[in-house]
């Protein structure tokens, strides 16, 4: 991708220009040559000529001939050129240079600083903006195939950090690859980036693509990218990012579609067991604002013609996205409350979605009323609902109102003993074709916790601890939910219920998603809490790590609970920059199944690369292990690899080892060959290699 030098550099080449004399006095300059300097009294000007040097604090100036007028500090420069200051360096046939401003006029110039040049036939440089027409960019040399630009003008002002072209053409070597009329960007933002990439998949057959974005205002870039398959087809994806910032907020987003009329002899089935249409594509939309300090708006799309398309064409989205959610919200953000308008709409036919039309909900954090430290909670969601299936008609609909209310008053025992008792209320009332099943639902509970802490004066340069302090917690929480006045039970609609919460499971009934499955309940939890925190060097506490293990415990047992339900646990350790260790774990106590067990470590060299092990195993879902790695062989060239392997299925479903390689200043090379194993679809030998452009 686009190195984001290019307009630090850029930038800086006006900076130099103008920092050539500053905080400099004229008279201060020294102006030596080899022949002798000649004084015109009438002009009162020096002529230095033959290996002439003029030298004003850190800038150096050299040419065959200079002229210094003492009275305008303007210094006329000629023949062989050379300016330098700093990083900055000029070659030019002739400049003009004010030493008080900075301000310059130079002529057949060639001027940079490491690794982007510019060079045209005349540029000048006034109140600190460079302008210049018919110029050339390019990293260091003009190689044959290095990229570079061409512009009819360039104008860098380092005042408002901006650089601003008109008439652009992107070049690789002399082969122009793209055009734009007009651009203007800020400082460390790149310009464009290029990408070729060639392979082949069983399914797919050979591929190339080629893709490029351009940056066409400080706020968006657009472009996308071609891909040829010569057993599918040509897929075109069109692609738009934008970031403004203004006054009170700011607007992100990115918009990224293809479409692929798909030839291919066998295109398969859906989800739902349907033939593939041929006419295929896919279209995603992300925008997040922040209108004011208070006002946020999101909206999320995610559709696709058929449950395959991404998967068959767009890999790297599928694994990051293999369930789609489509949905916007309004919302607003008080000092101590929040106000929405949510609404999740169904955007493709083969997915079975709950969604709200619309859902629009109040929430009230915690406020003092009535008396001291008595904190009240608050919060009412009225939703219009239906749950979409595509196997299932008619559609499930339902009109709810959600209502809960909370109190709860801590009290300090001692200085390290506090307790909190809480008592809460859930209404939830249905409209579900003319019948109103509802439902209250009471909460009472406890609190009581026990905080420790001890500071202890240890120093460790290696691991950068500058004392530490060690908190320590014991936390006992006591929850009963009772069913108080409920009628119509088998009338309510599951449309949120039950689901296997693989973390740590909500205690207050305030918190329960599970709105049309909450049962009774009665449940204590005890938990030891453990962190650790070093000095930063802001003076604030830095966390190097933390444990914490919570167990809980039914008194009151259904037939087949044990007293012991859930464990879990949680360790993290990150004790430097360049080490983490992360470790999760669900059990059910009572039977000893496993609900959830992850383990994540990394392990970063500067020299010799990075390390990184996964463990996942998720109850009645996988159990893999993956391992993956970089390795720097050279400055110019690193391989890298991995693998993932299933235990239940006892193979390697995923293999893959690649070496990207530097070419020239501007290119990388990536050659990849990967194994898949296993998959419905991704059960083939594949291999790519992938040309791309990061200098501009």
């Not at 057949?108 to 050339?136: L, W």
């Not at 860098?156 to 950090?161: A, E, K, L, R, Y």
């Not at 006002?295 to 058929?306: C, G, I, K, T, Y």
């Not at 909460?443 to 060690?470: C, K, M, P, V, Y």
């Amino acid at each position: 991708m686009i190195s984001k030098t290019f307009l630090r550099t850029s930038l800086l080449l006006c900076l130099g220009n103008i920092l050539l004399c500053a905080q400099e006095d004229a008279t201060t300059a020294s102006l030596t040559a080899d022949d002798p300097i000649v004084l015109e009294e009438a002009t009162n000007q020096f002529i230095a000529s033959g290996n002439a040097r003029l030298k004003n604090g850190p800038m150096l100036l050299l040419a065959d001939r200079i002229e210094l007028d003492r009275n305008t500090s303007v210094a006329m420069v000629k023949g062989n050129v050379i300016l330098t200051m700093q990083d900055f360096r000029a070659l030019a046939d002739s400049i003009t240079l004010h030493l008080d401003s900075g301000d310059m006029t130079a002529v057949n110039f060639r001027m940079g600083i490491d690794p982007i040049v510019t060079e045209g036939s005349t540029a000048e440089q006034v109140g600190g903006i460079f302008h210049s027409k018919n110029v050339n960019l390019y990293v260091r040399e003009k190689r044959p195939w290095e990229p570079n630009l061409k512009l009819r003008e360039l104008e860098i002002d380092s005042n408002g950090s901006t650089f601003t072209g008109r008439g652009i053409s992107f070049r690789v070597g002399n082969l122009t690859i793209g055009k734009l009329p007009w651009l203007k960007i800020k400082d460390r933002e790149s310009i464009f980036d290029l990408s070729l990439s060639v392979g082949k998949e069983d399914r797919l057959g050979w591929y190339l693509e080629a893709g490029s974005l351009y940056r066409i205002s400080p706020a968006m870039e657009m472009g996308g990218s071609v891909t040829a398959f010569t057993k599918r087809g040509a897929l075109f994806s069109p692609e738009a990012n934008y970031l403004h910032h203004y006054e009170g907020g700011y607007a992100k987003g990115r918009l990224l579609g293809g479409f692929i009329n798909d030839g291919g002899d066998n295109r398969g089935l859906d989800i739902r067991g349907d033939s593939v249409e041929t006419s295929r594509g896919f279209a995603d939309l992300n925008h997040l604002q922040r209108v004011h300090e208070n006002f946020r708006l999101a909206l999320q799309l995610e559709w696709q013609n058929d449950s395959e398309t991404i998967r068959d064409f767009r890999r790297e989205l599928f694994t990051e996205r293999q369930w789609n959610d489509s949905h916007a919200e309004i919302g607003y953000e008080g000092e101590n409350l929040t106000l929405s308008l949510f609404s999740r709409f169904h955007a493709n036919e083969y997915e079975t979605v709950v969604e709200r039309r619309p859902e629009l909900s109040l929430d009230l954090a915690p406020y003092e009323f009535l008396a001291p430290e008595l904190y009240h909670s608050f919060s009412i969601a009225l939703a219009s609902l239906r749950k979409a299936d595509p196997l299932i008609s008619p559609d499930i609909e339902a009109d709810r109102i959600d209502l809960a209310y909370g109190v709860r008053r801590p009290f300090r025992l001692t200085r390290w003993l506090s307790l909190t008792p809480l008592a809460s209320y859930r209404l939830v009332d249905y409209d579900v074709d003319g019948a109103d099943p509802t439902r209250h639902l009471g909460e009472i509970g406890a609190d009581l916790r026990a905080s420790l802490h001890g500071d202890f004066d240890l120093q460790n340069d290696t691991w950068e601890i500058n004392g530490l302090r060690h908190e320590i917690a014991v936390v006992l929480s006591h929850r009963k939910v009772s069913e108080l006045d409920s009628n119509d039970l088998g009338l309510i609609p599951q449309l949120d219920h039950e689901f296997q919460d693989p973390n740590l499971a909500p205690l207050d009934l305030f918190d329960r998603r599970q709105t049309d499955s909450i049962g009774e309940s009665h449940l204590f939890r005890i938990g030891v809490e453990n962190r650790v925190y070093t000095r930063g060097e802001d003076g604030l506490p830095h966390p190097l790590g933390h444990l914490l293990i919570y167990q809980d415990l039914l008194p009151d047992r259904k037939p087949g609970e044990n007293a012991f339900d859930d464990f879990y646990a949680d360790l993290l350790l990150s004790p430097a920059d360049w080490l983490a260790l992360g470790f999760q774990a669900k059990m059910d106590s009572g039977t000893g199944q496993v609900e959830r067990l992850a383990l994540s470590t990394r392990l970063t060299d500067g020299d010799f690369g990075e390390l990184d092990f996964a463990l996942f195993d998720y109850q009645d879902f996988s159990n893999q292990y993956q391992v993956t790695g970089t390795h720097r062989l050279t400055e110019r060239q690193t391989v890298y690899g991995g693998a993932r392997y299933d235990a239940e299925g006892d193979r390697f479903t995923h293999l893959f080892l690649g070496m990207r390689r530097r070419l020239g200043d501007s290119w990388d090379l990536l050659y990849s060959v990967t194994r898949f194993r296993g998959a419905l679809k991704e059960d083939d030998l594949e291999f790519d290699i992938s040309l791309r452009l990061y200098s501009f």
